[in-house]
């Protein structure tokens, strides 16, 4: 059989290696020009580590002195995200004529200005925490939270690559929401602006749009949708405002559709679960499905 | 640009470690009074491996001799349930005063009671196989749903978890039915009760609140939501029953939501998709939406 | 503690060992007689490596040269999967009776012949990634959809395992998608045949069931199940066409179900969010929930 094999394999990889020269994007073999998914997942959670320093021990890292592991940490996060920026910004589009130097020169700024932003996140973050034990009668201790919560990584996640998108780095913000779409099914795109004390509960398939303005202390729960009410416009609406605003102290419950760009969720509204809204709610409203008709039958 | 960085290194160093002095919750360094993720997975996955031998071989086993192999695998668990629960014990009220000494003897005391619950865990998740080949055209043999099915992998983890969680040990339950809601999309709380031939299809989306009980041979659908009706009480509501209850030889199809803790879905009613119920529904009922009224046009 | 310890371990063990003496399919231990998941996995994403040649570098190879590499990657997979597939061919119906050589020489003829795909299989993926960039106008590039969106991967990863699934080979098709579940929560059954341009959006929470048939153009966001009527018919259905059939330039919004193995969704139609679909709807056709009553009070 082997020899035979051989010649398949050969035959097999031909044909592989002549459709590589079809000249398609799918073609293309430029390994070295892209951010590595594998160094920006480890860059998001030595971030989340330092956001939360008793937690997340990093057990690579031999010292027991606390600040001298955060040092190392934070060090370790500088030159890796300082060399995948200026690998990423090659996609920029005003930096397309750039050169290396000046691509790192850029990246090295955009790290030091990201970096000095952690203690703004922190801030955030722990509001967050804040609100979930608030909001959840099951949570028990917020270590609990932090240790097993999914709504928590992925605000916190979005919190982080939010910075990196206002800094207009390529790429990298949505490797991080994706790396946390992936692991708890909740899809946050770093574009989207959220105000302090968030709280998802549950979470998988929340959905919340790259344009999407969310207000202070609003919770919303597993199913939401804060998406565009159509993309048939594809790329002619690419850096349009094309996702709602929602107020503070809205609360959106399970399954609710929230569409639009010039849609607005005004303050203290409750939208009730499955409610489909496409167009502005004045504050305080709370709207919830009428029970829609059922047939009933015994059988 | 070395120099310069070492200066920046420096200032953004001092900025963080100067943030974790706000002696907020999100500053605690106690990292090791926590259970350990990583450990608790691999304490989860080697218990999925004992309840199926042969299934999921640990290639870290040297041994090719079935009862040597298994032995090992107890004996692991054993001792890193039992370092594991001694650190989550802390977390417990009952046991806020309780000494190392007194922490670990009762850890021990938890670890050998569940693990003589194992057979009786094995004899419900083997009534869940037998639902899963019965309810699922798709589904070829036994051994496909025990190596692909994320349904299967959801109910056994919160079989393991629901044990653990009867047995009052903190955190370590919501971690594993954690690790199996990241991996499948399907979030069974460890408080939650469950019958003999459970059966999830699909699954992406589900949702069973802390203080549901379910019964014998249910089926339930992606995006099905056994939840509570409200959270605007919070922490208040700590142990309160607030979730439904579900009779014998229930269906349940995808998107329905049953919200409340006194609603009681009776035996062998059939709850169609979406169908959205907040109250109870006497015995053998077949409720389903009214298709609801469409808007059709022609381009 | 620890000799106490010695005998609990002592009985827990022989209480778990006796349970594997029922004889219940859970009892097995053929464990060798099994695809292996880890392995399985290893294929796909070498796969996608050859789909994607200048993505996804797999660090383990020391060769830069582009062709050698790739040359390693196929061998790589070529040998693993006729392995794997030789002990999936074990569980097919057709060949129960066949000795371990019929079974060898008939994974090496589907593996060969499954490898002899991959440019069409590369060629359908490129109209994917076309599809995606032209439908999304969050996205920024082409590289920017491949390193991130997980409908891409969901996609890509079923029509590899289509492929697979229409030479026949049991369990390692599904274990495929059911990995892409897993990090996307797109559930799409290796059976389904896809047409060229497929779009998916978000898609957290999407199913499409092993019978169903997509046409070509088509876009599905998050949330959509093309799925059966009732599996109350449990094996009974084995085989039979249970899933909908979805022309060319169909779009399918956000939790909108088809059901049925009758219903036909023709060509041009667009189906909106939420639409609960069990019949045939002619092409061209626009459907959309009214917006359902909904209960407005002011707080």
Chains 1, 2, 3 share one sequence.
Not at 116 to 141: H, N
Request: with cysteine.
């Amino acid at each position: 059989m082997e020899n035979n094999t051989g010649i398949k394999l050969h035959d097999i990889t031909r044909a592989i290696l002549d459709d590589y020269e079809k000249g398609r994007d799918i073609d293309k073999l430029d390994t070295f020009a892209q951010p590595d998914q594998e160094v920006v997942t480890d860059i998001l959670l030595k971030l989340i580590n330092i956001i939360f320093p008793g937690f997340y021990r990093d057990k690579n890292y031999k010292s027991y002195n606390h600040d001298t592991r955060i040092c190392v940490l934070i060090e370790d996060v500088y030159y890796n995200l300082r060399k995948q920026t200026s690998i990423a910004l090659g996609y920029s589009d005003s930096l397309v004529s750039a050169d290396n130097l000046a691509l790192e020169t850029r990246a090295d700024e955009i790290t030091a200005e990201f970096m000095q932003r952690i203690p703004a996140i922190r801030a955030l973050v722990d509001t967050d925490l804040e609100a979930t034990i608030q909001g959840d009668p099951a949570a028990s201790s917020k270590e609990e939270i932090i240790l097993c919560y999914p709504g928590l990584l992925a605000s916190t996640t979005s919190r982080i690559a939010h910075e990196l998108f206002l800094l207009n780095v390529p790429m990298i913000p949505r490797m991080m929401t994706e790396y946390a779409h992936s692991r708890t099914g909740i899809d946050i795109h770093p574009g989207a602006t959220i105000g302090d004390y968030f709280f998802i509960d549950h979470g998988t398939g929340i959905v919340v749009g790259e344009t999407a303005v969310i207000g202070s202390h609003v919770k919303i729960y597993q199913g939401v949708t804060i998406g565009a009410l159509s993309t048939s416009g594809g790329q002619r609406l690419r850096g349009v405002r094309r996702h709602p605003t929602i107020g503070d102290n809205v609360t959106i419950y399970a399954g609710a559709s929230i569409l639009g760009g010039e849609t607005v969720i005004g303050d203290g509204c409750v939208i009730g679960s499955n409610v489909f809204i496409t167009e502005s709610v004045s504050e305080k409203t709370r709207i919830s499905s009428k029970t829609s008709e059922v047939s009933i039958r015994r059988r």
